[in-house]
């Protein structure tokens, strides 16, 4: 499919693209590089830019705005959110879903079903202010049915385990174990508990070792 133009809007495909004919697309200003696979099913929103070598699934909904960048690969039914940006090489699998303004980083490795607060940020760069010697990106790691709030940021190189609950406005610099809460800046561990009247709360953070002030949390 080649170049396509109405009044009023337009979208672009370049040689060698491969869309499924039951895709659905909201057809204002987008772009679509050579080489790329979407499958059945996946809506494109206005304003997206789609980079040479990607590979979408089938069910998806690309929101309006997004860039994705080369050789990224989308499973299916992934859903991504409003302006984000995906940059080369990530990985994101089946069934997970991000909410706005979010920046993937290259080489980035999230799993499946996982939840990507509005503001999400992985960045690549364990060296950064270090301007000598080859840029080695080294993004965070997500496995599956991961939830994030939103504004979490990530420390480059560590693993966020599956199940795993981090909560909004947290930074985390450590690797999280798998079905564990997190929260704070930095994020540390946190333990449910119950209130005097039996119901479901949380405690007061659990104390990193490496910290040597209390953190206290919400007036707590």
Known sequence: MNYEEKIGFWIKFKEN???QNTVILDRYNIVIEQYVRIGKGTKIMRNVIIKEGVIIGENCIIGNGSLIRENVQ???YVKIGFSNSIEPNAHIGDGTSTQGFCMISEFSEIGKNNFLGP???NPADKDCGVFEGEYKPNPASVGDNVR????VKLKPGIHIGSKAFIWMNSLVTKNVPN???WGGSPAIKREKTKDGNGNKTLSNPLVDPEIQHEVKY???
């Open 119 to 121: 503001y999400w940020n």
């Open 74 to 76: 989308l499973g299916d």
């Open 17 to 19: 693209t491969s869309v």
């Open 218 to 220: 919400g007036g707590g």
């Open 179 to 181: 079905g564990e809460m």
């Open 148 to 151: 994030f709030g939103s504004n």
